[in-house]
């Protein structure tokens, strides 16, 4: 019989959470605990549940799950019995020492399924790294080189830490999860102090790369910027011949079924890719197909569904515009609709924000701020007064959006987006 140390996280998110946690966190040293691998969870098969008084409190951290899976799968009745060691206010964990016995079976590198597959995929289209990936993967590298040697929080490490916490949630490989395991360990073990502190916030933060909030956000980042990018426009020249159907079928052929995942949800596939732990260059050429495909077919994802609310906002809005589709240049007529099929998808949230604004199923605001921006940028004949575009849209001249399509889009990030949407277009 030996004794063996888990993290215990997601304090917040279970029985503990409210008001209350901080009080059962003081009392939490020195209670029982029961550990039980949570065969049924849909984002991670090894996940390893925490129960404190017969209650679910959090989980095994995920650097530890593999191990503490398969000892609870050895134990007598499939379960650990030990007590609570410790208990961290500040970051909402618990730290647990808990019986096992017997030695764990060797488990299987399930590497060699992907490279079988990488291996057998000979239409291979690979995206090549966006300007970001390529400063994540340095930023990974060259933080493991200085804590390593040890050296101090200085104005160099600080701003390379503050840019890798912004941008870690984009890489969820495997190389990419042990590499962030790697450097909280070093910055909680190191002997600066302020270091120290932020090695503990890190590691809360990476609890939450598993959220539905940060589902979305890597979702939309591979389905809706990365196609944007330089990268996958040379990857789309290169492989601009490639058969759909052929494709498709090696994608299906992928470990897992993350195709099928993929084509059921956008945000659960991503949180199925993390957990699984994919090794970085097959995942690389898997979601370069996936993107390519997408692009052969013309569409968006159908894993990107929208809500109700947001359907109906954007079908109103395509409508709306559909008033003024007789003002496109025309040498733009045969993309347009394409066009703003795009935007309303891409923006939903905003159109369907409708606010304060009454008698209306969508932000008309935004819609028209949409027209001045494409008005600008040339889509719309620019001999039409924008006094013209107001009555053509709201059945009046008087309507104060007059200054809305005057003014166009006022964020840069969305001026910047349409030029590239454009760009696409244009093939």
Same mark, same amino acid.
């Given at each position: 019989?030996?004794?063996?140390?888990?993290?215990?996280?997601?304090?917040?998110?279970?029985?503990?959470?409210?008001?209350?946690?901080?009080?059962?966190?003081?009392?939490?040293?020195?209670?029982?605990?029961?550990?039980?691998?949570?065969?049924?969870?849909?984002?991670?098969?090894?996940?390893?549940?925490?129960?404190?008084?017969?209650?679910?409190?959090?989980?095994?951290?995920?650097?530890?799950?593999?191990?503490?899976?398969?000892?609870? +799968?050895?134990?007598?009745?499939?379960?650990? @019995?030990? #007590?609570?060691?410790? &208990? %961290?206010?500040?970051?909402? !964990? *618990?730290?647990?020492?808990?019986?096992?016995?017997?030695?764990?079976?060797?488990?299987?590198?399930?590497?060699?399924?992907?490279?079988?597959?990488?291996?057998?995929?000979?239409?291979?289209?690979?995206?090549?790294?966006?300007?970001?990936?390529?400063?994540?993967?340095?930023?990974?590298?060259?933080?493991?080189?200085?804590?390593?040697?040890?050296?101090?929080?200085?104005?160099?490490?600080?701003?390379?830490?503050?840019?890798?916490?912004?941008?870690?949630?984009?890489?969820?490989?495997?190389?990419?999860?042990?590499?962030?395991?790697?450097?909280?360990?070093?910055?909680?073990?190191?002997?600066?102090?302020?270091?120290?502190?932020?090695?503990?916030?890190?590691?809360? +933060?990476?609890?939450?790369?598993?959220?539905? @909030?940060? #589902?979305?956000?890597? &979702? %939309?980042?591979?389905?809706? !910027? *990365?196609?944007?990018?330089?990268?996958?426009?040379?990857?789309?020249?290169?492989?601009?011949?490639?058969?759909?159907?052929?494709?498709?079928?090696?994608?299906?052929?992928?470990?897992?079924?993350?195709?099928?995942?993929?084509?059921?949800?956008?945000?659960?596939?991503?949180?199925?890719?993390?957990?699984?732990?994919?090794?970085?260059?097959?995942?690389?050429?898997?979601?370069?197909?996936?993107?390519?495909?997408?692009?052969?077919?013309?569409?968006?994802?159908?894993?990107?569904?929208?809500?109700?609310?947001?359907?109906?906002?954007?079908?109103?809005?395509?409508?709306?515009?559909?008033?003024?589709?007789?003002?496109?240049?025309?040498?733009?007529?045969?993309?347009?609709?394409?066009?703003?099929?795009?935007?309303?998808?891409?923006?939903?949230?905003?159109?369907?924000?409708?606010?304060?604004?009454?008698?209306?199923?969508?932000?008309?605001?935004?819609?028209?701020?949409?027209?001045?921006?494409?008005?600008?940028?040339?889509?719309?004949?620019?001999?039409?007064?924008?006094?013209?575009?107001?009555?053509?849209?709201?059945?009046?001249?008087?309507?104060?959006?007059?200054?809305?399509?005057?003014?166009?889009?006022?964020?840069?990030?969305?001026?910047?987006?349409?030029?590239?949407?454009?760009?696409?277009?244009?093939?």
């Amino acid at each position: 019989m030996q004794e063996r140390h888990y993290t215990i996280v997601g304090l917040r998110h279970h029985a503990w959470q409210g008001e209350g946690l901080a009080q059962r966190l003081r009392e939490a040293e020195g209670k029982r605990v029961v550990l039980m691998r949570e065969e049924m969870n849909e984002w991670n098969h090894e996940a390893t549940a925490a129960y404190v008084d017969t209650e679910m409190v959090g989980y095994v951290a995920d650097g530890q799950c593999r191990e503490s899976s398969a000892y609870c +799968d050895m134990a007598d009745a499939q379960l650990l @019995e030990g #007590r609570v060691t410790g &208990a %961290d206010a500040e970051h909402h !964990q *618990l730290t647990v020492a808990v019986a096992v016995s017997g030695t764990l079976p060797d488990r299987q590198d399930e590497t060699a399924v992907y490279e079988q597959w990488e291996h057998n995929y000979n239409t291979a289209p690979l995206m090549g790294y966006t300007t970001d990936e390529q400063r994540l993967l340095l930023l990974r590298r060259d933080l493991l080189h200085m804590l390593h040697k040890g050296e101090p929080l200085d104005a160099t490490m600080q701003r390379n830490l503050e840019v890798y916490s912004q941008l870690m949630a984009w890489d969820i490989s495997r190389e990419a999860t042990d590499d962030r395991r790697h450097i909280i360990g070093l910055m909680v073990g190191s002997s600066d102090a302020r270091l120290s502190q932020w090695g503990h916030q890190l590691e809360v +933060d990476v609890t939450t790369l598993g959220s539905p @909030e940060a #589902r979305q956000l890597l &979702a %939309d980042y591979i389905f809706r !910027q *990365l196609p944007l990018s330089d990268a996958f426009q040379q990857m789309v020249l290169r492989h601009s011949h490639t058969d759909a159907a052929v494709l498709e079928s090696q994608l299906r052929s992928f470990p897992h079924r993350l195709f099928d995942e993929y084509r059921l949800s956008a945000t659960d596939f991503v949180s199925k890719l993390y957990y699984r732990r994919v090794p970085a260059r097959p995942l690389r050429y898997f979601l370069s197909g996936l993107l390519l495909l997408e692009h052969l077919r013309h569409g968006t994802p159908e894993a990107d569904r929208l809500s109700r609310h947001e359907q109906q906002a954007v079908a109103d809005a395509l409508e709306y515009v559909g008033r003024i589709s007789h003002c496109v240049v025309p040498d733009r007529q045969g993309d347009v609709e394409r066009l703003w099929q795009r935007l309303t998808t891409d923006y939903a949230e905003r159109i369907a924000d409708v606010q304060r604004m009454r008698q209306s199923t969508f932000n008309r605001r935004f819609v028209c701020r949409l027209v001045g921006t494409l008005l600008q940028l040339g889509i719309y004949r620019q001999d039409v007064t924008q006094t013209e575009y107001t009555r053509l849209l709201e059945g009046s001249s008087r309507s104060n959006l007059r200054k809305e399509v005057n003014q166009g889009v006022d964020d840069d990030a969305t001026r910047q987006y349409i030029r590239q949407l454009l760009r696409q277009l244009n093939g």
